[in-house]
C-alpha cells in the first residue's frame, strides 16, 4: 500500500520568510498525483496545491510551490513571503488511481507556525 | 452558496450509545466520503460512496456504519462497536470524474467525544 510520510511535525517561520515543508511518498506506481492541503485552526481542509505525476514542471500557486522529485519520490512545498493567515496544519496527501478518487492517502501533517 | 455541511460541530455520547453525524452538500457531487482524524495522524477513510444507493468500506470501518438515499446525504452512525470513537470526523465530497481536477472538498467536520 502506499504511504506518504511528513517527517516535519512541527515548522516555524518568521512572517514573510520563506519555509519548506517536506513530504516523501512510496509507490511503485509511475502515474498518480500528489497534493498539499492546508486545515487552519477551523479544521476546514483546503487544496493548496496539486502535481500530477507525469507533469515534469513543478506546480505553483501565488506563493506557494512545490519541489517534485520523482526519483526520490519527494514532494516538498515551498512558501514564500509567509503571512500569519499560512499558520496551520499542512497535510501532504497522495492518490494514484486516476479514476478513482477513493484511494487517497494523507502524511501525518506538519504544523506550521508563523511568528510575527 | 455551494458547500458541505456537517452538523453539529461538536457531539458528547456516552459510552456504549450509537450515535449519527450529519454531512450534506450542494455541489452535486457524486461521491462522498467520511475521514476520521487522530492527532498525530493523517486522515484515514472510513467509508466512501460514489453513486446514491451504494457505498464501500474504507480501511478503518469496523464499527461504522453509513447510508446514502439521496445524493445530497451521506450520515454516518458510530456504533457501539467502535473501541475507540473520540476523534474529529470530516465529510468530502467529489464530483467523481478521473483526473486531477476532481479535488475533494471537505466540511468543517465534527469532533465526537464519547464520555
Known amino acids: 500500500a502506499q504511504t506518504v510520510t511528513q517527517s516535519q511535525p512541527e515548522m516555524s517561520v518568521q512572517e514573510a520568510e520563506t519555509v519548506t515543508l517536506s513530504c516523501t511518498y512510496d509507490t511503485s506506481e509511475s502515474d498518480y498525483y500528489l497534493f498539499w492541503y492546508k486545515q487552519p485552526p477551523s479544521r476546514q481542509m483546503i487544496l493548496v496545491i496539486r502535481q500530477e505525476a507525469y507533469k515534469q514542471q513543478n506546480a505553483t500557486e501565488n506563493r506557494f510551490s512545490v519541489n517534485f522529485q520523482k526519483a526520490a519520490k519527494s514532494f516538498s512545498l515551498k512558501i514564500s513571503d509567509s503571512q500569519l493567515g499560512d499558520a496551520a496544519m499542512y497535510f501532504c496527501?497522495?492518490?494514484?488511481?486516476?479514476?478513482?478518487?477513493?484511494?487517497?492517502?494523507f502524511g501525518a501533517g506538519t504544523r506550521l507556525t508563523v511568528k510575527p | 452558496d455551494g458547500g458541505i455541511t456537517q452538523s453539529p460541530k461538536y457531539l458528547f455520547r456516552k459510552e456504549g450509545q450509537n450515535v449519527t453525524l450529519s454531512c450534506e452538500q450542494n455541489l452535486n457531487h457524486d461521491a462522498m466520503y467520511w475521514y476520521r482524524q487522530d492527532p498525530g495522524q493523517g486522515l484515514r477513510l472510513i467509508y466512501y460512496s460514489q453513486i446514491v444507493n451504494d457505498f464501500q468500506k474504507g480501511d478503518i470501518a469496523e464499527g461504522y456504519s453509513v447510508s446514502r438515499e439521496k445524493k445530497e446525504s451521506f450520515p454516518l452512525t458510530v456504533t457501539s462497536a467502535q473501541k475507540n470513537p473520540t476523534a474529529f470526523y470530516l465529510c468530502?465530497?467529489?464530483?467523481?470524474?478521473?483526473?486531477?481536477?476532481?479535488?475533494?472538498?471537505f466540511g468543517p467536520g465534527t469532533r465526537l467525544t464519547v464520555l
Open positions: 468530502a465530497s467529489s464530483i467523481n470524474l478521473g483526473g486531477v481536477e476532481n479535488e475533494q472538498f
Open positions: 496527501a497522495y492518490r494514484n488511481h486516476p479514476y478513482n478518487n477513493n484511494d487517497m492517502r
